[in-house]
């Protein structure tokens, strides 16, 4: 079976360890034992994937500038898998970063064919109450897409380094496929790139936190930050070579002596690329340390002559939730999922209906236990609904030896769905007044 990756299918994956291999995604599991205190997806490797995190953590272990941000496409209610990213969002903001969260109306009415009308009802009543309700802070920043040009215009850019037949490969658009899809997809780009604009304080790691559909607009945004390098910074055994991409002359001149002043080692020019030999720190160089300030101060020098001097985004990847009726949950079928904004009774209903890993009659049950790695109900405790990884362990033991019945099971969880969405619908009413706050007018 071939593995395709598609941001606007119903993608179901369901061996994500070939996510490894075939996409070049990593594997979380070597970040989190460098995590003090991990936000329980991560514990719980529901975060099962990375790009490039080693960059944010690394900052926000030094307190270095770093951001987050993710964006949310308002064509339907917003539901439990939609928080996992609100809440990504917010752990990070929590641990320093500079957090965006993107309303993406205009990939909602150029591939949906929502009016603009409902995309700001939408975005606002489903996703952004719940964003703030979860406790996203207004120090961050929160926006429709269609309404912030700086973006718009970093799409534009975006636009010149990139052409169709790349897109059409990436997401297999034809010539059928319309101007205004295309354009979405270079929006995505630019609202991954944007906090590395200038008003944001410049480049900076950056981590976007998605479902792993979205890898495709990851790897492409990565490769256009590169391709808005003037810059290839490189060790190359025991020198640094400074490759000039199409960075002109007077670049050159002004790498050049900034390497020269620096004192590093030995500077000369060549007409596409500047070698730093001799070098003097062999530690620095070979930790990489040399590497990454040479790198830093090459992406200050672009900024200061009016380049955007982007590094490559970093993502992190979590899994779908299954859906209650089995499959993946789905925003359009609303017996898959329940939503955040659901009636608690109608929340209780739907789990009490829900596909379990139970068999099929309770003696058979009794006798051979229960499936948790199979049912939706356990999942919803492991996702969202149980702070405590003891707990858990103790009703996976008490299900699997066949003591805890899917009835029991279901009646408890229907009640801590219908508190956790009571409170959490009190606290959309509060955050409703503070949306000002935020900038949004209503
Ligand atoms: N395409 C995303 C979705 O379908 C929404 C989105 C827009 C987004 N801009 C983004 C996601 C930036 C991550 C980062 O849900």
Redesign the pocket.
């Known amino acids: 079976m071939e593995l395709k990756l598609d941001?606007?299918g119903a993608v179901h994956v369901d061996d994500y360890s070939k996510l490894f291999e075939e996409f070049g995604i990593s594997s979380f599991e070597e970040i989190l034992p460098k995590l003090k205190d991990p936000h329980p997806y991560m514990r719980r490797k529901i975060i099962f994937g990375h790009r490039n995190y080693d960059s944010v953590l690394k900052a926000m272990q030094q307190h270095k500038p770093f951001a987050v941000?993710?964006?949310?496409?308002p064509?339907g209610r917003a539901h439990f898998g939609?928080m996992m990213?609100m809440n990504e969002i917010i752990w990070h903001q929590q641990h320093g970063g500079d957090a965006?969260a993107?309303?993406?109306n205009m990939?909602?009415h150029a591939?949906r064919g929502i009016s603009w009308s409902s995309c700001r009802d939408i975005g606002i009543n489903e996703y952004i109450l719940s964003l703030i309700a979860l406790g996203f802070q207004p120090t961050g920043h929160i926006y429709f897409?269609s309404e912030n040009l700086k973006m718009r215009d970093l799409a534009f850019e975006l636009g010149i380094v990139s052409n169709f037949s790349e897109v059409s490969a990436i997401y297999g658009f034809s010539g059928e496929t319309h101007i205004s899809h295309m354009e979405?997809v270079m929006?995505?780009?630019a609202?991954?790139l944007q906090p590395q604009l200038e008003e944001f304080g410049g480049p900076k790691p950056v981590v976007?936190?998605?479902?792993a559909?979205?890898d495709p607009?990851?790897k492409l945004?990565r490769d256009l930050a590169y391709r808005m390098r003037k810059f290839l910074v490189e060790v190359r055994g025991d020198y640094v070579s400074v490759r000039g991409k199409a960075a002109g002359e007077h670049l050159m001149r002004a790498a050049e002596s900034m390497l020269k002043d620096a004192g590093y080692g030995k500077v000369k020019r060549y007409e596409e690329h500047i070698d730093v030999t001799q070098i003097q720190d062999r530690e620095a160089l070979i930790s990489g340390a040399l590497l990454e300030e040479i790198e830093g101060r090459i992406i200050k020098l672009e900024t200061k002559h009016g380049d955007f001097g982007f590094i490559p985004p970093a993502s992190i990847y979590h899994r779908f939730m299954t859906g209650l009726t089995g499959g993946k949950m789905s925003s359009s079928r609303p017996e898959s999922h329940i939503a955040l904004t659901e009636e608690p009774k109608e929340a209780a209903r739907k789990i009490m209906k829900a596909i379990t890993g139970g068999r099929q009659s309770l003696a058979e049950q009794k006798k051979l236990g229960g499936e948790p790695d199979k049912c939706s109900i356990y999942e919803f405790l492991v996702f969202h609904l149980s702070e405590d990884d003891k707990e858990l362990l103790e009703l996976d033991a008490e299900c699997r030896s066949g003591r805890r019945m899917c009835g029991t099971c279901k009646k408890d969880v229907a009640e801590r769905i219908w508190k956790f969405l009571s409170e959490h619908q009190k606290a959309r009413e509060a955050a409703r007044e503070r949306l000002w706050e935020f900038g949004i007018c209503v």
């Not at 941000?69 to 496409?73: R, T």
């Not at 976007?208 to 479902?211: D, E, F, Q, R, S």
């Open positions: 941001p606007w941000m993710s964006g949310f496409m064509s939609h990213v965006f993107a309303i993406a990939e909602a591939v897409q979405s929006a995505q780009s609202d991954i976007i936190p998605v479902g559909d979205q607009h990851i945004t």
